[in-house]
């Protein structure tokens, strides 16, 4: 699809009120996210359908003052997830490359806004793990897409972190003798993204970005998205095979070298710290994960 705007927020304005936008950007190598932190960031208002043509991008000129997800809770049908889709990260969990993407499935209210902390139910204190991914968002809904057809169907781009528990995933005594995926990666508020939808326009369908992950501010992943091995028109062909792809549904495409687990003394997550995802070109998410009792 080809949507009305460029950029898409959804925040909350200066009134207190929750609005989606066209952030008012004069550099584009400033993201929302750095405008926010100095104040500067406003937005114009989008009404309608913000995933159709309809949509109508407004001269109403509001401040922000807060970011969220850029899509609601009732705007997600469903997160699909891609696994093992950079060579490295391959490596590092000593697999070998599939033939075809691996995919698996967040529900819906894993969706996080891009800066709130994450709580962290108490079976999954242990082996906390973070994800940065490159996340796509269907603008439109569709059944059986061609490959050359991908674009058509794609609103553009965000940033993610899927949030994993290593126990509840590759554990034998908690997962069995098969890792599972839905469960270790399915608990409430595991899937911030954010701080912006970057259209397709601007970023293609092929986007090579920069992404990095910093934990309590040290770098722990960094590569380039040009990486991936199977893209972005693959993936969404390959998972919209006699699968309806609804308009809303969000794909993490993978996750580079560098998570925790794949550390010869695994560095796992702890209650506080603070991770931070971030795309050139994008922006980035950052939060606090939070133990609850």
């Known amino acids: 699809m080809s949507p009305t705007w460029n950029r898409l927020i959804r925040f909350v304005a200066a009134d207190s009120k929750v609005y989606y936008g066209e952030p008012v950007i004069a550099d584009v190598e400033v993201t929302v996210d750095k405008l926010l932190e100095n104040g500067s960031l406003e937005a114009k208002v989008i009404t309608g359908d913000v995933l159709s043509n309809s949509a109508v991008v407004t001269d109403q000129i509001v401040k922000v003052s ?42 819906k209210h894993c969706l996080a806004d891009p800066f709130e902390d994450i709580p962290i139910t108490k079976i999954a204190h242990e082996t906390l793990d973070y994800e940065g991914e490159l996340t796509i968002v269907i603008g439109k809904t569709g059944k059986n897409i061609h490959i050359s057809e991908v674009a058509e169907y794609i609103a553009g781009y965000t940033v993610g972190n899927d949030v994993s528990n290593r126990k509840w995933q590759r554990d034998p005594k908690y997962a069995g003798g098969v890792p599972q995926w839905c469960f270790s990666k399915g608990f409430d508020k595991f899937a911030p993204i954010g701080p912006v939808i970057v259209s397709t326009k601007i970023l ?15 770098v722990r992943q960094s590569t380039n998205t040009s990486d991936l091995l199977f893209h972005v028109p693959e993936i969404v062909s390959f998972i919209s095979q006699g699968t309806t792809l609804e308009k809303g549904t969000v794909i993490m495409t993978g996750t580079p070298a560098g998570v925790a687990m794949g550390m010869k003394e695994p560095r796992y997550l702890n209650n506080g710290d603070l991770v931070e995802v971030e795309i050139k070109g994008i922006g980035k998410v950052a939060n606090h994960m939070a133990y609850e009792n």
């Not at 997600?76 to 698996?104: D, M, Q, W």
């Not at 293609?204 to 040290?218: A, C, Q």
């Open 66 to 107: 807060q970011l969220l997800s850029p899509l609601s809770l009732e705007q997600v049908p469903v997160i699909k997830c891609v696994g093992l889709n950079y060579k490295a990260h391959i490596a590092e969990g000593g697999r070998t490359p599939p033939p075809y993407p691996s995919i698996f499935v967040k529900p």
């Open 204 to 218: 293609g369908d092929r986007p090579g970005l920069d992404l990095t992950t910093r934990v309590n501010g040290e």
